[in-house]
C-alpha cells in the first residue's frame, strides 16, 4: 500500500497554461507539506498545510496554491506557468507524535514546462 | 534552525560500515537533528532522529558529541542500495502540528561494489 501518492508521476504542459498536481496520503496524518527539487537538486519547502493553518514559504509565487477538499489530500494548483516552475515536486505529510516528526514523502511528479 | 555543514560526496565500500558526518556548531538546546536520505530519483526518505543521546534503528545509528555540536550517522554494513544522497537537518521542536524542514545539500554517498 503506497503511503504517500501523487498524480500524475509527469507532466508536461506549456507555459501559460494553468495545470493541478494530486497527493493523497493514507497514513491518517494531519499535516501535508509541498515541496520543489530544482535542477539543481535543491529541495525547498512550499507550503505546510493543517486544518488549523496554512504556513506559505515567502519565496513562493501567488500562482502557486494549496488546495485541501479533506485531510488525505492536498493538492497543488498552478497558474499562468512558466519555464522556471519546471522541477520535481513533492508531497509529504506528517503526524506529531511526541517529540517524533518524521515526514513521509510521495515519489514526485516531474514537471516540465515548454 | 541551525545550519548544518556535510562533506559533499564520500564513498563506502560495500559491506563496510558508512560513517557520515555533520557540522552544527550553532545547534541550541531544543533543536533536535534529524537524518534523510533520498535515493536517486525517489522522494527523501527518514532515517533516524535524536536530540542529545545516541540513537539506533533497524536501518542506522546516530552518534551526537556531548557539546552536541556535531553528529554521525552509521551505516553499519553499506549495501549498493544506500546509495543516495544523505541530509542531515536541524530542527526545534515547536508547539505546532506542522514543521518545515529545510535540506542543504547534504552528502552523496556512494556505495562500491
Known amino acids: 500500500d503506497t503511503a504517500v501518492s501523487q498524480t500524475p508521476k509527469y507532466l508536461v504542459t506549456q507555459m501559460g497554461n494553468d495545470k493541478s498536481i494530486k497527493c493523497e496520503q493514507n497514513?491518517?496524518?494531519?499535516?501535508m507539506y509541498w515541496y520543489k527539487q530544482d535542477s539543481k537538486k535543491f529541495l525547498k519547502i512550499m507550503f505546510s498545510?493543517?486544518?488549523?493553518?496554512?504556513?506559505i514559504n515567502e519565496t513562493v509565487p501567488n500562482r502557486f496554491s494549496p488546495k485541501s477538499p479533506d485531510k488525505a489530500h492536498l493538492n497543488l494548483h498552478i497558474n499562468s506557468l512558466e519555464l522556471g516552475d519546471s522541477a520535481v515536486y513533492f508531497c509529504?505529510?506528517?503526524?506529531?507524535?511526541?517529540?517524533?516528526?518524521?515526514?513521509?514523502f510521495g515519489p514526485g511528479t516531474r514537471l516540465t514546462v515548454t | 534552525d541551525a545550519k548544518t555543514t556535510q562533506p559533499p560526496s564520500m564513498d563506502c565500500a560495500e559491506g563496510r560500515a558508512a560513517n557520515l558526518p555533520c557540522n552544527h556548531s550553532?545547534?541550541?538546546?531544543?533543536?533536535?537533528v534529524y537524518w534523510y536520505r533520498q535515493i536517486h530519483s525517489q522522494g527523501p526518505q527518514y532515517i533516524i532522529h535524536?536530540?542529545?543521546n545516541n540513537e539506533t534503528n533497524e536501518m542506522a545509528s546516530l552518534i551526537i558529541t556531548e557539546d552536541r555540536k556535531s553528529s554521525t550517522l552509521i551505516l553499519p554494513h553499506a549495501t549498493l542500495r544506500d546509495t543516495a544522497v544523505y541530509y542531515c537537518?536541524?530542527?526545534?521542536?515547536?508547539?505546532?502540528?506542522?514543521?518545515?524542514?529545510?535540506f542543504g545539500k547534504g552528502t552523496k554517498l556512494s556505495v562500491i561494489p
Open positions: 498545510y493543517n486544518n488549523k493553518e496554512l504556513i
Open positions: 497514513l491518517g496524518h494531519d499535516t
Open positions: 509529504a505529510s506528517s503526524q506529531r507524535t511526541g517529540d517524533r516528526y518524521e515526514q513521509y
Open positions: 550553532t545547534i541550541s538546546g531544543n533543536e533536535y
Open positions: 537537518i536541524v530542527r526545534a521542536a515547536s508547539g505546532a502540528g506542522s514543521y518545515q524542514l529545510t
Open positions: 535524536g536530540l542529545k
